[in-house]
């Protein structure tokens, strides 16, 4: 395995031409194969929406809380979105 990772820093173009030769990825998926993918909606109670989505060894999990408030008088067809991304 060593190897593999070894020959895939210093050849990444190579190493990825072999797999495509074999018609497989490197995890030994099939290349029209996807990943075990699955989405939870509603996971996160205190949120007014979230979702909770497992793509492979990968988990990715939103939550939204929305805050409603009337536009300024002279501007009543505007709006703001402020978002907020925390990251471990």
Do not use: H
Not at 77 to 84: I, L, S
């Amino acid at each position: 395995a060593t190897g593999g990772r070894t020959w895939r820093t210093v050849e990444p173009l190579e190493y990825y031409r072999r797999f495509l030769k074999e018609n497989c990825r490197p995890d030994g998926r099939e290349l029209g194969e996807f990943r075990t993918t699955t989405v939870n909606i509603g996971s996160i109670s205190t949120a007014d929406g979230s979702a909770l989505v497992k793509l492979g060894n990968t988990t990715v999990i939103c939550g939204i809380k929305a805050e409603f408030a009337a536009p300024p008088t002279d501007a009543p067809d505007k709006g703001y979105v402020v978002p907020n991304v925390d990251l471990p």
